[in-house]
């Protein structure tokens, strides 16, 4: 193993390791070196090891036994939807599985949204809805959806559904400029979005459920496209 630069070394050698761990060289159960070994195997001290791990540990990634070692949490079995961000940033092709849960997830809440929503929040809805409409530019335009859909959670008066929902979008973080393409045109965003929102206002279920299958369907070959 090449020593490490000094610059930011705990960063670095924590995304070395991470790396290491998510690619399965370090597999899930297993133990790693000691640290005297690690240590000196990537040119650190072994106060800078202990941070990464303390680091890794957080993110939920390592896991230290008393007298025995660190060993690799199996964070497929272990662990929650909050490593998203860390996955997707290794791999893109967690993407299309986040994609999957957000098209099931969106089109339910849509439906729920329907059922539930107070005067109040059909009326913010509309609201955020022109917000896209008039955003100046495609990253504008996609902070505005994505307000749209987290008032959408909040409408179906269920809190876990809007947890998911931030957890959904803070997936997307890594990759959020590569998944623009929708958003380039502030009218045709919205215009994709507007039948969601006017089904979830006029309290339809079924036409709120079927509006959101067919914007998140359209929106999600166009993000594709633009990752591919």
Not at 121 to 137: H, K, S
Not at 189 to 195: D, H, K, S, T, V
């Amino acid at each position: 193993m090449e020593a490490l630069p000094r610059e930011t070394i705990v960063d670095v050698l924590e995304s070395r390791l991470r790396e290491d761990i998510l690619a399965g060289r370090h597999p899930a159960g297993s133990y790693l070196p000691p640290e005297r070994t690690l240590a000196d195997g990537y040119g650190v001290t072994r106060t800078t090891l202990k941070h990464a791990f303390g680091r890794l540990m957080q993110a939920g990634l390592l896991e230290t036994r008393h007298g025995v070692g660190t060993r690799v949490r199996d964070y497929l079995r272990l662990g929650g939807a909050d490593l998203l961000p860390m996955l997707v940033r290794h791999s893109p092709d967690w993407i299309g599985e986040v994609f999957e849960v957000r098209h099931n997830i969106g089109a339910l809440i849509a439906e729920r949204a329907a059922a539930r929503a107070t005067d109040r929040q059909r009326a913010e809805l509309r609201a955020l809805l022109a917000v896209v409409g008039d955003a100046a530019d495609a990253d504008a335009v996609q902070l505005a959806d994505i307000e749209v859909h987290r008032a959408l959670a909040r409408a179906t008066g269920n809190r876990v559904y809007v947890l998911l929902t931030n957890t959904l979008f803070n997936a997307y973080l890594p990759v959020r400029a590569a998944l623009r393409g929708p958003f380039t045109d502030a009218g045709a965003a919205r215009g994709r979005l507007e039948p969601v929102v006017e089904a979830v206002a006029c309290g339809d279920g079924t036409a709120a459920r079927r509006a959101a299958e067919q914007y998140l369907t359209a929106t999600e070959r166009i993000m594709l496209e633009g990752l591919a």
